[in-house]
T-cell receptor, first 114, second 120 residues
Framework: AQKVTQAQTEISVVEKEDVTLDCVYE???????LFWYKQPPSGELVFLIR??????QNEISGRYSWNFQKSTSSFNFTITASQVVDSAVYFC???????????FGTGTRLQVFP | EAGVAQSPRYKIIEKRQSVAFWCNPI?????LYWYQQILGQGPKLLIQ??????VDDSQLPKDRFSAERLKGVDSTLKIQPAKLEDSAVYLC?????WGQGSSYSYNEQFFGPGTRLTVL
C-alpha cells in the first residue's frame, strides 16, 4: 500500500525561527518520487520540489532545504529563518509505480507570527 | 505563461442539485487531473485525462460524478445529484506528462486555484 503521513497537524513559530516539517512515506515500489507542495490561503497548490528514489542527496534552495532518508522512509522539509509569508499548509506527496497518481499526506499548517 | 484557470471559484448549492466546474489547463499540457480536497485532508485524485482520453478514473464516484475533456483542452467536472459529503475544494491540475510505456515522460503537475463547493 502507498501512504504518506504528516504527523504534525499544525506548527506555530515566530519569525526568524527555523522549522522542520516531517513526512514519512510507505511504498513497495523501488522507483518512486516524492514532492512537497505549498498551499497558501488563496488555495492554489504551489510545487516546491521533486525527488526521485535514486537520489538521496539533500537539496537546498534559498531558505528551503530537504532531507531525504530512505532508511527511515522520510522526506523532511526545513525552512530556515521563517517569514510571515511562509504561513501556509504544506503537503508531502508520493508518486510510485506506473501511475501519475499523487498520494498526498494530510498536510501541516504552518503559522509564522511576526 | 498563464496558469491553470478554474471557474467558478465558489459555489453553494442544495443537496440533490447538480453543479459543473470548468478547467482550462496550461497551454500545451496534454495531461489534466481533477482532485477533490475535503477540509483538513490532502487532495485525492478523481480522474486523469491524457489528451481527451481517460487514463485513471478509479476513484471517481461514477454514479454521480462525470467528467469530460472534449478536444483535449478544457475540461468540465459535473456532480449530479450532489450530496452533503461532496462539499470540498475541487482542484484541477495539468502537466506536460505524455506517452505510455517506454515513451512515457512524467512532468510536474501545476494546480489551479480550485472551486470551493458547499452543499447545504
Amino acid at each position: 500500500a502507498q501512504k504518506v503521513t504528516q504527523a504534525q497537524t499544525e506548527i506555530s513559530v515566530v519569525e526568524k525561527e527555523d522549522v522542520t516539517l516531517d513526512c514519512v512515506y510507505e511504498t513497495r515500489d523501488t522507483t518512486y518520487y516524492l514532492f512537497w507542495y505549498k498551499q497558501p490561503p488563496s488555495g492554489e497548490l504551489v510545487f516546491l520540489i521533486r525527488r526521485n528514489s535514486f537520489d538521496e542527496q539533500n537539496e537546498i534552495s534559498g531558505r528551503y532545504s530537504w532531507n531525504f532518508q530512505k532508511s527511515t522512509s522520510s522526506f523532511n522539509f526545513t525552512i530556515t529563518a521563517s517569514q510571515v509569508v511562509d504561513s501556509a499548509v504544506y503537503f508531502c506527496a508520493l508518486r510510485s509505480g506506473n501511475t501519475d497518481k499523487l498520494i498526498f499526506g494530510t498536510g501541516t499548517r504552518l503559522q509564522v507570527f511576526p | 505563461e498563464a496558469g491553470v484557470a478554474q471557474s467558478p471559484r465558489y459555489k453553494i448549492i442544495e443537496k440533490r442539485q447538480s453543479v459543473a466546474f470548468w478547467c482550462n489547463p496550461i497551454s500545451g499540457h496534454a495531461t489534466l487531473y481533477w482532485y477533490q480536497q475535503i477540509l483538513g485532508q490532502g487532495p485525492k485524485l478523481l480522474i486523469q485525462f491524457q489528451n481527451n482520453g481517460v487514463v485513471d478514473d478509479s476513484q471517481l464516484p461514477k454514479d454521480r460524478f462525470s467528467a469530460e475533456r472534449l478536444k483535449g483542452v478544457d475540461s468540465t467536472l459535473k456532480i449530479q445529484p450532489a450530496k452533503l459529503e461532496d462539499s470540498a475544494v475541487y482542484l484541477c491540475a495539468s502537466s506536460s506528462t505524455w506517452g505510455q510505456g517506454s515513451s512515457y515522460s512524467y512532468n510536474e503537475q501545476f494546480f489551479g486555484p480550485g472551486t470551493r463547493l458547499t452543499v447545504l
